[in-house]
């Protein structure tokens, strides 16, 4: 989990960046961006495949004129990028969505989240040295194995159901063996702490290799 320190860096790099945006009113988009990462960091859940985020986040302003997109589109970037500093896996892709509440005080801004399923875009890939299959990595956070709930499957029996984690965080990609049976290992040699890669490393579960890509 970040800490408060890592959460107060973000925002200061969110205000940076977007100190000079208003929306109506009174409201400048570095507040609502550093709303919606606090929002983000006090939601964030363990789960069985690691820190999980929202990904969904409905904004209440006292006064909205239309939907900005750009500035929306800003959001998204800002919350996609942290999560992937941080290493939080998010359900599905993020979305931002604007709204007016004139019970709101007049710089007030109030923030719904919630966690919504879907497809996200490949960021790498496994590519399989035998040729016979390429495996994209869609989340900051994957779990690779041989079983259904692993989320990105290889079929080999030697392969244990949840084999491997996967990772972004802090700028690094890391793996780590989840107790699987014939363990993990990168560039031949095994791991027993989580470890970083970089593009072009092999990565072994078990007897199935694969080249890490970074797409």
């Known amino acids: 989990m970040p800490s408060a320190r890592d959460i107060e860096r973000h925002i200061e790099r969110l205000v940076d960046a977007f100190a000079e945006r208003v929306f109506s009113g009174s409201v400048h988009v570095s507040e609502v961006a550093a709303r919606l990462l606090r929002e983000a960091d006090l939601s964030v859940t363990d789960t069985p495949r690691g820190p999980e985020a929202p990904n969904r986040y409905s904004v209440y302003l006292r006064t909205l004129v239309g939907q900005p997109e750009t500035i929306v589109d800003d959001l998204v970037g800002a919350l996609e990028d942290v999560a992937a500093e941080e290493g ?6 993020v979305g931002v969505r604007l ?3 004139p019970g709101l005080p007049k710089a007030g801004i109030r923030c719904v ?5 879907g497809p996200r875009p490949a960021w790498a890939e496994l590519r399989s040295t035998a040729g016979t299959s390429s495996l ?7 779990v690779v194995g041989r079983g259904d709930e692993a989320d990105v499957r290889i079929a080999h029996p030697e392969v244990s159901r949840t084999h491997a984690a996967l990772w972004r965080q802090g700028g690094t990609v890391w793996v780590a063996d989840l107790d699987s049976a014939n363990g993990t290992s990168i560039n031949g040699i095994s791991i027993r702490q989580p470890a970083p890669i970089t593009v072009g490393d092999l990565v072994s579960f078990g007897p199935a290799t694969y080249e890490f890509v970074p797409i």
């Open 88 to 93: 939080w896996r998010l359900p599905g892709p």
């Open 99 to 101: 709204f007016e509440d």
């Open 113 to 117: 989240t919630a966690s919504v399923a």
């Open 136 to 142: 994209p990595i869609t989340n900051n956070r994957v």
